[in-house]
């Protein structure tokens, strides 16, 4: 089963396991940023659930959606219908679609359960990458898993044999993203956490650029 397979059944998983926690920690930047973004860049953003909420709240802003999936890319096409013309979607590897972007700099980037797919050598060479995209003082909103308790973990666990057994997901185990943002020099405000803190969402910025506008939200 492959993300093209499971796309019609996503939504319908997610709100089995996590009820409506997961949806929650997505809009948070909605509506904690307190600003409207003139460009959004959404890094694998499935099947359109923020978009389709972001287009509503950040009426100014355009938006680029990169994901390897051609049917999660449907799926967020068809939520997107209606809410303004404003939306280019690129299919192809995250990596791949990152380069393609070249001068583009964006004043938010979002990836919400995303960066857990990649193994943490992927995750070290893609960093640079959306840092390069970043406009100064821009903000990266990250929704994630942290499992601190037995029973998180052990659903850390399932969920990747059956993502990484059954999907294109590169990731056998979580990521440590975080320690791999703050070694370069990224810094994070929390915005909310879910499930007795196993979903959490938050506002990374570079050290460099806080130095000027502290996060803002
Ligand atoms: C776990 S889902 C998360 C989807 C969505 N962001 C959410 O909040 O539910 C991971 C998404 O990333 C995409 N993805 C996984 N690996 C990718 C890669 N290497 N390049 C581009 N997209 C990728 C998948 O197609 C899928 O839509």
């Known amino acids: 089963m492959s993300y093209d397979a499971l796309a019609p059944f996503y939504e319908s998983l997610e709100r089995l396991t996590f ?3 997961l949806q929650a920690a997505r809009v948070a930047p909605l509506q904690t ?3 409207q973004p003139k ?4 890094l694998g953003d499935g099947d359109g659930r923020f978009l389709e909420q972001a287009l509503a709240t950040w009426k100014e802003a355009r938006f680029v959606s990169i994901d390897q999936s051609g049917r ?3 799926c967020a ?3 997107a219908r209606g809410l303004g013309n404003r939306v280019r979607f690129v299919q192809a590897d995250l990596h791949d679609g990152l380069a393609s972007l070249e001068a583009e700099a964006f004043e938010v980037i979002v990836s919400h359960f995303v960066l857990d797919c990649f193994p943490e050598a992927r995750l ?3 960093l640079p990458l959306i840092e390069e995209r970043l406009a100064p003082q821009g903000m990266w909103f990250i929704s994630e898993f942290s499992a601190s308790r037995w029973w998180q973990r052990a659903l850390l666990w399932a969920m990747y044999r059956f993502f990484h057994g059954f999907t294109e997901t590169e990731a056998a185990r979580f990521p440590d993203y975080r320690r791999l943002l703050e070694e370069t020099g990224w810094r994070s405000k929390r915005l909310g956490l879910w499930r007795r803190a196993f979903v959490v969402a938050e506002a990374w910025q570079r050290e460099s650029s806080q130095g000027c506008e502290k996060v803002r939200l």
């Open 19 to 21: 009820g409506r926690a």
């Open 33 to 35: 940023h307190g600003r």
């Open 39 to 42: 460009n959004v860049l959404l």
């Open 72 to 74: 999660m890319l449907a």
């Open 77 to 79: 096409a068809r939520r």
């Open 124 to 126: 070290v060479a893609l």
